[in-house]
C-alpha cells in the first residue's frame, strides 16, 4: 500500500494543528511518549518533528509533506514545494513576526545601533542578513530557548518570534524593529509531489485544511420568513453567494439558509427580527469550501 509520509509541527503549534486535522475529519492522537501519532487514515504515516527543522526533512524525502513556518523555509533555505500557505497559530490566526527586541531601558533604538553587540536568537542565519543589509557588524548566537530571558546579561539584544507580544513585554522587553512576517505553509518534497498517488493526498488534505480555516470566521443562519416579508429579509441577508431559498408546505412561508461572517450576526440579527424573520438558528461550521 502506498503511504504519504506526513511531518506534525512538536511544540506550540502542535495542539492547534490536532484541532485543525479533527475539523478536516482525521483524528490524530499524540502519545507523550511517542514521536508517531496515530492517524485514522491508513494511507498517512505520521511523524512529530519540531517546526525548525520540518523543511530540511522535506527538502531530502525523509518526509513527502509537512506543516512549518515560512520563517523556518527561509532560514533553511530549503528546495520544497509550498502548496498551501495556512494562516493559524498557537492563540490567533494572524501572521507571526520575527522582532528584533531589546530591554525598555536599553540605549538601542534602532540597527545602527547594534554594532559590536551581542543578538541572542533561534533565527540566526535571518538575523545575519537583517545586519548585513544595515551594514552592521554583531555577534549573533544560537540559542536554544528561553530567549526573551538573555537581555540584558547575556545578551544585548534578541530576535524573537511573537504573536502578540505579550511575553516579550512580561520580560520588560520592547520592540525596534520587525525582521519578517511568517505563516504556516503546508509543504511537499518535490519528487513526492510529482508522484500521483502522493500529490493527491497532500492535494487534498490542503484543500480540507484550508476549509477549516475559511469557516473559522463564519457561521451559518436558518429563518423561517412569510412570503410577504421575504424580499425585506433577503435584503439584509449576506451570504457567500446568496441565500438557499425553499417553500415550505404551506406555500406563503420560506426557509432561508446562507452563511455569514460571525462578527456581523450580532448586528443584522434584530434587522431581520424587524423585518419579519422568525426562528433563527445559529451553528458553526467545520469547513467552507470556496
Not at 21 to 44: C, H, L, M
Not at 218 to 244: E, Q, Y
Not at 259 to 265: A, G, R, S
Amino acid at each position: 500500500m502506498a503511504i504519504l509520509r506526513l511531518g506534525l509541527p512538536k511544540g506550540s503549534l502542535e495542539e492547534t494543528t490536532v484541532e485543525m486535522f479533527k475539523k478536516a475529519g482525521y483524528t490524530v492522537t499524540i502519545s507523550s511518549r511517542s514521536y508517531y501519532p496515530s492517524i485514522d487514515d491508513e494511507e498517512i504515516e505520521c511523524l512529530l518533528i519540531r517546526a525548525q527543522e520540518m523543511a530540511r526533512y522535506v527538502e531530502e524525502g525523509i518526509l513527502d509533506a509537512g506543516l512549518t513556518g515560512f520563517d523556518w523555509i527561509q532560514e533553511n533555505g530549503a528546495d520544497v514545494v509550498e502548496v498551501a500557505e495556512l494562516v493559524y497559530g498557537k492563540v490567533g490566526r494572524k501572521p507571526l513576526r520575527w522582532v528584533l527586541a531589546v530591554p525598555e531601558d536599553s540605549p538601542i533604538q534602532g540597527p545602527a545601533d547594534l554594532a559590536g553587540k551581542r543578538i541572542s536568537t533561534e533565527a540566526v542565519g535571518m538575523t545575519k542578513r537583517y545586519l548585513a543589509k544595515h551594514g552592521v557588524e554583531a555577534t549573533v548566537e544560537f540559542s536554544w530557548g528561553a530567549t526573551e530571558v538573555k537581555p540584558p546579561r547575556l545578551a544585548d539584544a534578541i530576535v524573537e518570534i511573537t504573536e502578540t507580544g505579550s511575553s516579550l513585554r512580561a520580560n520588560k522587553l520592547r520592540i525596534i524593529d520587525t525582521l519578517c512576517e511568517t505563516t504556516t505553509r503546508f509543504i511537499a518534497n518535490k519528487d513526492a509531489y510529482q508522484d500521483e498517488f502522493k500529490r493527491r493526498k497532500i492535494d487534498r488534505l490542503a484543500l480540507l485544511l484550508k476549509s477549516v480555516l475559511a469557516a473559522e470566521q463564519k457561521v451559518a443562519l436558518m429563518l423561517n420568513v412569510n412570503k410577504a416579508k421575504l424580499d425585506g429579509v433577503l435584503a439584509i441577508l449576506p451570504a457567500l453567494h446568496g441565500p438557499t431559498v425553499s417553500p415550505l408546505s404551506d406555500g406563503t412561508w420560506f426557509s432561508l439558509t446562507t452563511v455569514v461572517d460571525e462578527k456581523i450576526v450580532r448586528e443584522i440579527m434584530p434587522e431581520l427580527i424587524e423585518a419579519g424573520a422568525m426562528g433563527i438558528v445559529e451553528y458553526s461550521l467545520n469547513k467552507v469550501v470556496n
